[in-house]
């Protein structure tokens, strides 16, 4: 691992950004590593760690200070994202979606809507983003959830599918279609419901392969009401948010994939120096040094690529979309390369879930589809060579 520690030595952290960045490393080594096992499998929602998480105000980081934040840069946002998530997928997920969720209202929502729905979520509350319905998945312009004006309220009927955080969250960022708008891209809108609106009903949660301790939520929203102030900019200007929002999101989903393929890759070249077999150790086969290789370069360019983005963001750059689906789309893939190999060098016993890889294995493969599957990353790509 020498050269991962070269690499995070070599990354220039200010003081206060170390002092953090350390906090974070004893969070996940004394209190979220030891509790994965057990939560997922109990299939748990992990509120102790949340609750660490929030003791060392870790949702402050990326919301600013008008609102009850403490903010720093998005490089250090994505690292805090890659440790929780080597420690455990299921919380770091729990804990990136708060951002995810959040930072459109950031970038796009008025003085009055940051100043009452923020200062919850800067204080540990939990956030959500609802995008993904029965009938639209990548192709978010197939959404049916209904926005209808109603005096100084909007009604909202429809339903959402896949939500993370969707039963415990504070603040749910809604897409849907507002009523008068003909254009099924142009009546995109987004607004935020608040924890207990009349007519919000979760329906039931998901049980899935791997990140088990984070709930993934159906939600109904039956003639539910919120305050038409909650409306983000205008009627019709949801489409533009989330393409922002996910161009965001997509270098967190990165991160996190890298916290995923950083804890295999580590179980796995600890058990390759310790396990033999003909009287050698794994990793002295040569076929086996050269899957290191390999592996291990990939890993570190998606690292290198990260940072390359992170810079370029924080730096204020605004067109960043097709580096941000490289990012996510490089970072998922080595991802289940990485779990798929450990699984194999543990043999039977990676099988088995007494070692953390047959754990990882199954968290990895969602990074390569949420906040847009690979294909459509592969699409998004490719098409931005073609010539106008």
Known sequence: MKIFEALEHERSWSEEERLLLDQVDRLTAEIIAPNAARIDEAGAFPWDNVEAIN??????????????????????????????AEACASTGIIYATNFHAMKP????????QKTRLLPRIAEGGLAALAITEESAGSDATGMKTRFQPDGDEIVIDGA?????????????????????????RQAISVLVVEKGAPGLETLGLEKKMGHRGSSTAALRFDGCRVPAANLIGRPGDGLAILLASLNRSRPSIAAHAIGIATAAFKDMTAYMNERKQSGRRIIDFQANQFMLADLATDLAMAELWLDHLAGRIDAGAQDFGIEASMA???????????????????????YCSDFRVERL????????????????????????????
């Open 55 to 84: 003791r060392l105000g870790l949702n402050a980081i990326f919301v600013p200070e008008a609102y009850g934040g403490a903010p720093m840069s998005f490089r250090l946002y994505l690292a805090v994202v890659r440790r929780i």
């Open 105 to 112: 209202l950031i970038e796009f929502g008025s003085e009055e």
């Open 160 to 184: 959402k599918i896949f939500i993370t955080n969707g039963d415990v969250a504070d603040r749910i960022l809604l897409f849907g279609k507002h009523a008068g708008i003909d254009d099924p």
């Open 328 to 350: 996510k789309m490089r970072a998922s893939d080595i991802a289940n390369r990485i779990v798929t190999e450990a699984v194999q060098m543990h043999g039977g016993y990676g």
């Open 361 to 388: 294995m199954r968290d990895a493969k969602i990074t390569q589809i949420w906040e847009g599957t690979n294909q459509v990353h592969r699409q998004l790509i490719g098409r931005s060579f073609a010539t106008k």
